[in-house]
């Protein structure tokens, strides 16, 4: 049974950062791509940051130079580091893995506001 364990969102203000954790069992996961998504309301859930089993990483526009997605293969964890943040980026932060299906975590709450 695949799960996947968000942590590490909260309220920051524009410009501050935050570091999310997602923690993975039921697979082997140095084998698996891992992705961050994020949905804010009343939109779709777009792509953030996904790092391939070989590390390579590919990031939206939006994010990229602010955010960098990196992998813990010996703790199961993917982590996406989130600097320079606006009051854009405030979403529900969700991890993502592809094993014959999609799977989700429950995602995690990040407001950017003063």
């Known amino acids: 049974q695949v799960q996947l364990v968000e942590s590490g969102g909260g309220l920051v203000q524009p410009g501050g950062s935050l570091r999310l954790s997602c923690a993975a069992s039921g697979i082997i996961f140095s084998s698996y791509a891992m992705g961050w998504y994020r949905q804010a309301p009343g939109q779709q859930r777009e792509l953030v940051a996904v790092?391939?089993?070989?590390?390579?990483?590919t990031y939206a526009d939006s994010v990229k130079g602010r955010f960098t997605i990196s992998r813990e293969n010996h703790k199961n964890t993917v982590v996406l580091q989130m600097n320079s943040l606006k009051t854009d980026d405030t979403a529900v932060y969700y991890c993502?893995?592809?094993?014959?299906?999609?799977?989700w975590g429950q995602g995690t709450q990040v407001t950017v506001s003063s």
């Open positions: 790092i391939t089993s070989g590390g390579r990483t």
């Open positions: 993502n893995v592809n094993k014959f299906q999609s799977y």
